[in-house]
């Protein structure tokens, strides 16, 4: 059996994170759903009004040989800005949180010392927000909400606020792109 992880991230909108994770190099499956909350079976709907508790999140799949959590952490905190509570950009509610639902005791100290290494360093002009906390049960979302942006990338969110994350992911890590298939 090959040795797989999972881990399931919050950054906003899934479908940015989905979008970037899909091209990165060992990520075997990206899926987006929900995570934190405290209802059963949430929904789109009832997730974006706020009162379920749950983040959207994204749940990966990888090959720990092939990348790191580590290195999926440094795509992550690249990708969406960790300073922010319960926000990213114009997109607002705790369903937007920065969050890593890790998946063992392992994945909690890489995460834990990534952040702490973020702050030493000063690599924002704010603290680190992102909450550190053991996964729940994941919820996929709705069919539509998978590989989004590839089916809708002339959508005006997609074209303003996915694109550019794809865009800066692909510019900062070239090398860990995944090869054209």
């Not at 190099?25 to 405290?38: A, I, L, N, P, R």
């Not at 890790?102 to 690599?123: C, G, P």
């Amino acid at each position: 059996m090959p040795n797989r992880e999972i881990t399931t991230l919050g950054g906003g909108c899934f479908w940015c994170l989905e979008a970037v994770y899909l091209e990165m190099e060992g990520v075997e499956s990206v899926v987006s759903g929900y995570m934190g909350g405290h209802v059963d079976n949430p929904d789109y709907r009832r997730v974006c009004e706020g009162t379920t508790g749950h983040a959207e999140v994204v749940q990966l799949t990888f090959d720990p040989d092939i990348t790191s959590f580590r290195e999926i952490l440094e795509v992550f905190f690249v990708i969406h800005d960790p300073t922010t509570k319960d926000r990213q950009g114009s997109d607002v509610g705790s369903q937007y949180r920065s969050a890593i639902f890790f998946h063992s005791e392992k994945q909690r100290q890489i995460a834990e010392d990534t952040v702490a290494e973020l702050e030493r360093d000063r690599a924002f002009s704010a603290s680190v927000v992102t909450q550190i906390v053991p996964a729940e049960t994941f919820w996929p979302a709705e069919d539509y909400h998978q590989n989004y942006f590839a089916q809708h990338s002339l959508q005006g969110y997609c074209m303003f606020v996915v694109a550019p994350k794809v865009k800066k992911f692909r510019s900062t890590f070239e090398t860990k792109r995944r090869a054209a298939q």
